[in-house]
């Protein structure tokens, strides 16, 4: 190769591009409405989400001790005599259990709400309660799904023969449930946000 060729292929210093920095973040002049997430307006957004969280929840819970309380009601008056008492059936004492445990739970986590939102002072760590909340509303939720699921056929089969005041009724207790169960369900998919929400360090 001759050098006028090595010249047309050799490369100024002029020509040469070198990468530069991005530039730099203003952080101390960033104004709140950025879109970074900074300042107090994100600050206030997120304690007024947390706030509609606890009422929402709280909500929710007395729904459920509502609903289980009236369950517990319905099916334990459920008792008119003969075949017609609601304690010869397992199926129908099983409902009646765990109405009465989600109406105890359900109840004690109502008053610590209003107790924390009261008083603005919390019982546990807020990691722990959440963690119980989740894993309570959960298991409750399952059992009273599993209650009224096992009492549906055999009502079922009652009507078949005669609908009195003894089916009407347990019907009226596993409707309870499940809206009972509905309640806690969606009680769960907070807690299970809060829950993914707290700090781990």
């Not at 459920?78 to 609601?86: E, L, M, Q």
Request: proline fraction near 3%.
């Amino acid at each position: 190769m001759s050098n006028s060729e090595d010249k047309k292929h050799a490369v100024s210093p002029e020509d040469v591009v070198l990468p530069t920095a991005p530039p730099a973040a203003d952080v101390e002049n960033q104004t709140p409405n950025s879109g970074t997430g900074f300042g107090v307006s994100a600050i206030t957004r997120r304690w007024k989400r947390e706030d509609l969280l606890e009422r929402g929840s709280l909500v929710l819970r007395g729904l459920a001790l509502l609903f289980s309380l009236l369950a517990f009601i319905i099916m334990a008056s459920n008792k008119h005599g003969d075949w017609k008492d609601f304690d010869k059936y397992e199926e129908y004492r099983y409902v009646l259990a765990i109405a009465i445990l989600s109406t105890l739970y359900t109840g004690a986590q109502a008053l610590r709400h209003v107790h924390e939102i009261s008083t603005n002072k919390h019982l546990l760590q807020h990691r722990t309660s959440a963690m119980i909340d989740f894993f309570g509303d959960q298991i409750i939720a399952y059992l009273l799904i599993s209650s009224a699921s096992s009492a549906v056929p055999l009502t079922n089969r009652m009507r078949e023969g005669a609908d009195n005041i003894f089916t009407d009724s347990s019907a009226s207790a596993i409707s309870m449930e499940f809206l009972a169960f509905f309640a806690l369900a969606l009680s769960a998919l907070i807690s299970g946000y809060k829950l993914t929400t707290q700090s781990y360090i």
